[in-house]
């Protein structure tokens, strides 16, 4: 299989797409880490990605406007990349590799399957199991050639201002909405509580798998799937005042999804070859044989 090293330094500053993961959780660290662990978790932290991931971010913000995410949408949303099983789609995935030690850090597959065991183990109906299996799948969009800054990130609504609630929200200067009076005021394009179902988000790898699964998992799954990356909103609620009652009562489950995505990263390889059976019965319970990326 090909392997991808995503080298250009500009659209790539970060060494791999996880290492803003890594970011978050020095952002929100584990509140059930014990002392000890958060220590060893304090001195791992190192200085060259907290840069990286930095620059990252300053791109992210400056390029994510509203007309991109418009663009974007209009490139991606006509499903016309490939077809893929869900299968095809997890090893395509896996052969996005980074130009850190492969030894060390766990491949794409490896983090999907932790954050689903966790839930499994849980004891969580089976539909929330199949979300942490799949859930970060949109990230092949890097494999499309897109750029770091718009697959992966924290993202937020396009369309109206960017709250201060927002990771880095200085670099949001050089963002040209935000001199935008169509879309620098609290509320822009949109009207209150007008729902988030009708506010644009910023382009990445959430709401591009969203629009590939919606028509095939429950709800709570849709909404974790399509808003798992919005931390000014499941952290900080900063965008209440867009969401209605429904959003409110569904974000519940995107709350509830965040810790597995984050807080499992164990360095205990899951075995893969032993849960396939487990998690080929689940894939065809809910997805077609083929779906269209
Ligand atoms: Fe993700
Ligand atoms: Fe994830």
Redesign the pocket.
């Known amino acids: 299989m090909e392997k991808i090293n995503n080298s250009d330094k500009f659209n790539n500053p970060m060494h791999q797409i996880d290492d803003w ?1 890594e970011n978050l959780i020095e952002r929100y660290p584990d509140p059930a880490a014990d002392t000890k662990e958060k220590e060893e978790f304090r001195n791992y932290v190192d200085s060259e990605r907290v840069e990286t991931v930095r620059e990252f971010y300053r791109i992210n913000h400056t390029y994510q406007t509203y007309d991109f995410v418009c663009e974007k949408e209009k490139e991606f949303l006509k499903f016309d990349r490939k077809e893929m099983s869900l299968w095809e789609a997890v090893d395509f995935l896996n052969t996005l590799v980074d130009d850190s030690d492969p030894d060390i850090d766990l491949d794409q597959f490896q983090h999907l399957l932790q954050t689903s065991e966790a839930i499994r183990a849980d004891g969580h109906p089976d539909w929330f199991v199949l979300t942490g299996f799949l ?2 799948i ?2 092949v969009l890097c494999l499309f050639g897109e750029p770091q800054w718009a697959v ?1 990130g924290d993202t937020f609504p396009v369309g109206c201002k960017f709250s201060d609630k927002i990771v880095y929200p200085e670099f949001f200067a050089a963002n040209p909405d935000s001199t935008n009076e169509k879309y620098n005021t609290k509320y822009g394009v949109y009207t209150p509580n007008c729902g988030l179902d009708n506010v644009k988000m910023s382009w990445g ?2 709401e591009y798998l969203y629009q590939i699964m919606k028509d095939y998992l429950p709800e709570p799954a849709l909404y974790m799937i399509r808003y ?2 919005f931390y000014s909103q499941h952290r900080e609620n900063a965008y209440t005042h867009l969401m209605t009652e429904k959003d409110i009562e569904m974000f519940e489950w995107v709350k509830k999804f965040n810790p597995y ?1 984050l807080y499992t990263k164990a360095p205990i390889k899951p075995d893969s070859k032993a849960l396939r059976p487990y998690y080929e019965e689940l894939v065809a319970k809910y997805l077609p044989a083929k779906l269209k990326f």
């Open positions: 993961e859930h970060d949109g990230k992966v790898h959430d798992h990356s995505d």
